[in-house]
Structures are given as structure tokens and as C-alpha cells.
């Protein structure tokens, strides 16, 4: 940011109140013969105060010009020479919009309802595409989700790549005409995840790594949550990501749902607690200018209950069940989330499955379409009083309920219903059309243009939308951020059985101690900083035809890390063997499970989840043998090693890590280790540091573990925890020692 060598702010206080008279005379309107017009690229270094307490806010303007009146400046965002009442910082955001509003064509308006991925290239290719010019000058687009891993390094997106990439598309959107800034969201992008995946979360690249959002919750400490907030809203805003397609606040009633690793727990009051806390640190209350993130929280009202188990995104996970009668429960993060001011909300693909609530029956049409959700509980009986940002994708591939409508239809059902701005869509014409047929009136586009463009304003970025890209590295990842993210790490370990197994004892250079690891890294397990422990990896690649070293003679300790995961990529609705095979029907429609997706909208199963026929298959049991389901090391391992280590005399220790409430079932044998420890994605660092003892476990399940697959098959989905007689550890379940 370079400082115009002319740019200079007067500091005569008589001159404001001058001019504070003129604006009231005239209506907030400045008058060319009070103005001075200079062209400045320049942040105002010296922000000041007049006498009556007024503040003069940076400015960051690139191309437009800089109005100085009095003592303070402005930005002549739409290059009149005036002061329209959109650029006066001084007054009401609510008449700003107003003002704008009415000086835009149909055509920007429509551009204002769009969101789709603006990605940053990679180093060394131009900043600004084809495609950022396409959205920007020709769509009208102002929001975008950011989908880039953020990795400090000479290739790839660096931090002050990424800051000089977002503020180029904010230059481009400057030089439009009414210099209308753009604001840039992303998913989660700061937990230690092996298995992100674009659409549902990003690697955490160089910035602070946390544990998954179970993890989170399992702390129990909203002072973490704040924490939390303000630090990685601190690295966001860094790179100019000034919106979030993030935190989920769906309650995990149903842990066959695969998307319960992106959500907090199956208790409603403790996720409100976080939603709350969220939104009060990440946000900072009601947005405002020092708001790090404008938060879009998900997916309204709670995707938990996902009926069978099954994904929305999937074709055969069309529906929500509330069968429990809990509906009310799962609104309570929202509303949480509402009345601490969150700037938006997006409602689940899911359609309501016979849902009556508060005595309304709701449309059987995905939330983003569905009146009764949208604009009569969310909007008018909670208040919501931000805008709806639907999920990606509800026009065309998964307009469900809305299936046979034209493009039109499913577009005029979702803003008529009350969303604001429709996700992964990029069409401006599009919206042009339903308004000019008259099939969306122009008082609900402009409703919606308005609660759009109070973002933007209310985040000062009509004053400034720019970054300091020179900072961006040095915050990004910061040393102290990774140490707080390492530590919450380190609290969310949730000891569920010790049976005088942990701590491990420590070393000495007379009595040295033995270790035996499998999926852990053994120089971390030997570091010096734990007293030097003795390792033999158990580590071993079976597609390279490795075998798996024995537990030695001597050895104290086995500690093994058990991970799961999905192996469903081969899956595609009209394949013989899996979407398309007669052996696997679908009990709600009698067909096979790809037979409703002659799009193949599901091929792939890209955002996660098991082969539909083996979801409620979350024992480990079952696990190790079906298609679709991968456990490192394999039960076979892990059953061999426990017994090896049991013959020379070694204390076994497990640490799962639960991506979804699995069954350690008994014919798995899991439960006869010395020790298990629940994580919910953390480094072997933080592992250690608790397996040691130099950290005190501490964490508490944020949801009950079955102890059969059949008491999770036949609960409510929208019901949390489990009969006493099918619980083996119930919510908030924690050892210590
Ligand atoms: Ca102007």
C-alpha cells in the first residue's frame, strides 16, 4: 500500500463542524463547492478523532478517489465528485444501504445473489484469470468461497499470496462502477484433519491447527472457544477472509451421519454455549468494523437428524427425521447464534420428513426452499435478522423436492421462500429473469440486496477492503497461535478407560522404557523432551508386501493410533457393482441406491461417507471387513499386536480417533486394552504430551458411544445418546489421572 505523497488529513477541528452542519442541511449529500477531490492510493496512517468524538476510519482506495470535506475523507466511490450517502462513513449502515440500493441497475442487483469459488492460482501464474474477470465485470459477483490451502512456500498459495490475491479481486471490484467491495468466505480451515476434502473443509496449510470441532467441544471451556475465535480470526482476516461457510451447529444425534467430525456434539444446550462464544469472539457480536469474520454458521435447522444416516448431498440422503420429536432442540444453537447477532445462516439441503412444529407443517422441499423454515420460523419468529446463504449447489443437482421444476422455478422457490444469495451459482441473467417474469417481485430482491449488502458496510469494507499482504506470513501460524491450537489439542484428549495403564512411565537412563507404535511417528516418541524412550515401529506398508514387526521381548508399552476412514470413491449411481447392483436396494424406495441419480450427482461419493448400504456398519468388527470402510492399522493388526504384546508382558494403549461415534464392539476386541485414549484429530506431539502425563487428560465425550450397531440403527436421528443398556461410555464421559 503505497501513501499518495499528497495525501495529507487536515487536523482543524472548526472545519468539521462546518460541515457536520451542511450534511444536516442537506441531507447527507456533500456540494461539489465544499469538496476537494484527490486521487490517493493511501490507507490514512493517522486516524483521528474530532471534537465530538467522530472517528475518520482508514480509508484503502485504490482507483477510486479520495473526497476530502472538512477534516475528513471519503471515498468517491462512484467517481461523481459528490458525497452520495452510500460513501459517508458517518452515517447510519441502514441509510447507506438504502441510498446504494437505489442507485443500482437490475443487473448489479443480480449479480449481488450469487456466491461460487474464486480459488487463488498458485505462485508465479497471474493473480487475476479469466474467470475472477468473468464474475467481477461480467456477473456482477461480490461474494466468493475461497477454497485455496494456505501453505507458506515458494510454490503453491502463500499467505501473502493469498492477501495479494484477494486484494487484487477487491481492486477489481473497486473500479466497478459504484466500487462495491466483495467479500471472500471459506470452510473450516484450521483443525488437524488427514482427510479434508474440497467442499466439506480445507487443509490447515500454515495456519493454526486445531482439533476437529468435537475436539473442541470435548474441552468443555468457552474461554477456549473464545480463544479459538479470535485467533483464527486473526489469521483469516490476514488474507482478506472477511466471511466463513463455517462453524456447523447441525446437533450429531445420528452418528452414522459422516459429517458429525465437521459438528461440535449431540448435545444442543453445550452447542449453543459454543455458538454462542463463536460468535462473540470470531465475529466479535454484531458485525462491525473490527469484526475478524462475518460468520455464515450451518445448516439451519440442523442436519443431525439425517434419516437413515444418510448425507443430504447424496441423492439418497434426501431427508431429515425428526421422528423423535426434538425439532426444537436442534434450533437451539441457532438461536443461540441469532441473538448474539450472526451476520447469516445456510439452511441443509435436507427436505423435513413429516415434520410438524409449533403447529405448522412444513413444504416436504429442501430448507432453502421451504417457507415455513426460512422466512416464517428463522426470519420471523427468531429473529434472524442477517441473511440466508444457501448451500452449494440447490439449483439443479440438488433441488430436492423441486426435482421436476425449471431452473427458474427452483430459483424463484429459493428466494421466495427467503434465502439471499444462492451458492455455486454464477449466473446474473438467470436472476435477471425470474424477476423480470415476474416470478420474483422486485421488492424481494431488493429485501435481499439489502440484508446482502449491510455485511459488507457493516464490516468497513466500503472504507477499506484491503490488506497489509506484507504482514500476512508473519501471521499466519504464528508461533504463539500454533502453541494455543497445540494446547487445545492436548485438552481434548478424552481418556475412556485406564486400567493402571497411563501415564507412561519415564524413562531413565538406568531403568529405560520400551515402546512398541503403530501410526504414530517414532522420532516424536523418542524425543529427548520425554526422557528418551526406547521405539520399535510396527509400522509397515501391506500393498508393498511388508510384514509387520513382532512386539519385542522387553517391550513395556504398545501404543497404536487407530484411524478410520472411507474408501468409497469407486461408487457411481449407474455401475453394476456398486450404485446400479440388484444385491444392494434401498429400503425406502425399493430400487437400487443410484436408481433416483441418472445425473450422477452421487458418483464419487465426493463429500465423504460410507457405500450407502454399509452405513450403519460402524463397528469395528463389521468395519474391518466391509467394502467401503478402512481401519489403519487393520483389526487384524491390532488384534495380533495386543496379543503379542499381552505374551511379553506389555500394557496396551489405544488411541482412537473418533471422526464419527464408533462401536468398539465387543468381538473386536478393542476393550481389553490397558488404556484408551479418544481423539478427535490431534499431532502425535499432543498425544504424547498427555500419554506422558506432562498434560493431565481432560476432555469429555461431546457424544454418548453405543455399545451395539443396532441401538444407533433404531434410535430417533434426532434424539442424542442411547438405553443405559446400549451405552458403553454416555456423553460427557472422561477419565483422568
Ligand atoms: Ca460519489
Known amino acids: 500500500m503505497l501513501l499518495h505523497p499528497h495525501f495529507h488529513l487536515r487536523k482543524t477541528y472548526v472545519l468539521s463542524l462546518v460541515f457536520a452542519a451542511a450534511l444536516s442541511a442537506c441531507g447527507g449529500g456533500g456540494e461539489g463547492s465544499s469538496t ?28 477510486k478517489p479520495i473526497l476530502k470535506l472538512g477534516q475528513f475523507s471519503y471515498r468517491d466511490l462512484n467517481s461523481n465528485g459528490k458525497l452520495d450517502q452510500y460513501e459517508n462513513w458517518r452515517l447510519p449502515v441502514d441509510v447507506r444501504v438504502a441510498e446504494l440500493v437505489k442507485q443500482m441497475t437490475l443487473d448489479e442487483k443480480a449479480g449481488m445473489l450469487l456466491i461460487d469459488t474464486l480459488s487463488a492460482p498458485n505462485q508465479g501464474s497471474p493473480l487475476i484469470g479469466a474467470t475472477a474477470l468473468r464474475f467481477i465485470n461480467e456477473e456482477n459477483m461480490k461474494r466468493f468461497i475461497f477454497r485455496s490451502t494456505v501453505q507458506v512456500g515458494p510454490t503453491g498459495v502463500s499467505p501473502v499470496w493469498a492477501a495479494q490475491f484477494t486484494n487484487e479481486v477487491q481492486a477489481l471490484a473497486e473500479a466497478t462502477r459504484l466500487g462495491i467491495p466483495v467479500i471472500f468466505k471459506s470452510n473450516a480451515r484450521n483443525h488437524y484433519d488427514r482427510n479434508a476434502r474440497q467442499g466439506i473443509n480445507e487443509p490447515s496449510g500454515s495456519f493454526s491447527q486445531w482439533p476437529k470441532e468435537p475436539g473442541l467441544a470435548a474441552i468443555r471451556d468457552m474461554a477456549v472457544i473464545r480463544d479459538f475465535g479470535e485467533t483464527i480470526g486473526t489469521e483469516w482476516s490476514a488474507i482478506g477472509l472477511r466471511g466463513s461457510y463455517a462453524y456447523m451447529f447441525d446437533t450429531a444425534t445420528d452418528p452414522r451421519w459422516f459429517r458429525v467430525h465437521e459438528t461440535f456434539s449431540e448435545d444442543a444446550d453445550l452447542n449453543a454455549d459454543i455458538a454462542r462464544n463463536l460468535v462473540l469472539s470470531w465475529q466479535g457480536g454484531p458485525v462491525n468494523p473490527n469484526t475478524k469474520v462475518a460468520m455464515t454458521i450451518k445448516h439451519f435447522p440442523g442436519g443431525g437428524p ?56 412444513f413444504d416436504e422441499v429442501g430448507f432453502a426452499f421451504n417457507q415455513q423454515a426460512i422466512t416464517d420460523l428463522l426470519k420471523t419468529k427468531m429473529g434472524h435478522k442477517g441473511y440466508v446463504n444457501s448451500d452449494t449447489g440447490i439449483i439443479g ?26 451458492s455455486g451459482f454464477n449466473s446474473k441473467q438467470a436472476i435477471i429473469d425470474v424477476v423480470n417474469s415476474g416470478l420474483v417481485s422486485q421488492a424481494r430482491l431488493d429485501a435481499a440486496v439489502t440484508s446482502l449488502l449491510k455485511e459488507q458496510f457493516a464490516l468497513g469494507l466500503f472504507e477499506n477492503p484491503y490488506v497489509d499482504d506484507s504482514k500476512a506470513n508473519d501471521i499466519v501460524g504464528k508461533p504463539e497461535f500454533l502453541a494455543r491450537a497445540l494446547d487445545a489439542q492436548r485438552k481434548s484428549l478424552t481418556l475412556l478407560k485406564n486400567d493402571a495403564t497411563l501415564p507412561l512411565a519415564t524413562p531413565t537412563p538406568a531403568v529405560p522404557v520400551r515402546l512398541y507404535s503403530i501410526n504414530l511417528n517414532p522420532t516424536i516418541l523418542g524425543d529427548a523432551a520425554y526422557g528418551g524412550y526406547q521405539v520399535t515401529t510396527g509400522d509397515r506398508t501391506a500393498a508393498n508386501g511388508q510384514m509387520r514387526a513382532p512386539v519385542p521381548a522387553g517391550t513395556h508399552y504398545a501404543v497404536i493410533r487407530v484411524e478410520v476412514s472411507n474408501a468409497s470413491g469407486g461408487y457411481r449411481s449407474d455401475d453394476p457393482l456398486t450404485g446400479a447392483n440388484p444385491a444392494y436396494i434401498n429400503p425406502r424406495t425399493g430400487m437400487t441406491w443410484g436408481a433416483q441419480d441418472p445425473g450422477g450427482v452421487d458418483n464419487r461419493l465426493n463429500f465423504g461417507g460410507a457405500f450407502p448400504w454399509e452405513v450403519n456398519t460402524l463397528d469395528f468388527t463389521g468395519m474391518s471387513t466391509a467394502q467401503s470402510w478402512r481401519i489403519s492399522p487393520t483389526l487384524p493388526d491390532i488384534q495380533a499386536t495386543m496379543a503379542e504384546a499381552q505374551a511379553v508382558g506389555a500394557k496396551v494403549v489405544l488411541s482412537v480417533y473418533f471422526r464419527q461415534p464408533y462401536v468398539l464392539d465387543d468381538a473386536s476386541g478393542l476393550k481389553s486394552a490397558g488404556a484408551i485414549v479418544a481423539n478427535y484429530g490431534v499431532s502425535d506431539t499432543a498425544l504424547m504430551d498427555v500419554l506422558t502425563g506432562k498434560h493431565k487428560p481432560q476432555g469429555k465425550l461431546p457424544w454418548a458411544l453405543a455399545n451395539n450397531v443396532s441401538a444407533i440403527a433404531t434410535q430417533h436421528p434426532d434424539a442424542p445418546g442411547y438405553a443405559a443398556a446400549d451405552t458403553l461410555y454416555p456423553f460427557g464421559h472422561g477419565l483422568t489421572y
Open 36 to 63: 476537494t477531490l484527490e486521487r490517493a492510493s493511501a490507507v490514512s496512517p493517522d486516524q483521528f478523532t474530532d471534537a465530538r468524538g467522530v472517528v475518520q476510519p482508514a480509508l484503502g482506495s485504490r482507483s
Open 306 to 361: 439425517a434419516a437413515g444416516g444418510f448425507d443430504a448431498h447424496y441423492t439418497f440422503g434426501k431427508f431429515a427425521s425428526y421422528s423423535g420429536g426434538l425439532f426444537g432442540d436442534h434450533l437451539k444453537p441457532f438461536q443461540a447464534a441469532i441473538d448474539a447477532g450472526v451476520s447469516a445462516i445456510m439452511p441443509y439441503y435436507s427436505v423435513p420428513e413429516n415434520l410438524t412444529y409449533d403447529g405448522v407443517k
Open 397 to 422: 443437482s440438488r433441488a430436492w423436492g423441486l426435482e421436476d421444476k425449471t431452473t427458474a422455478q427452483q430459483i424463484a422457490a429459493a428466494i421466495n421462500a427467503g434465502t439471499d444469495v444462492l
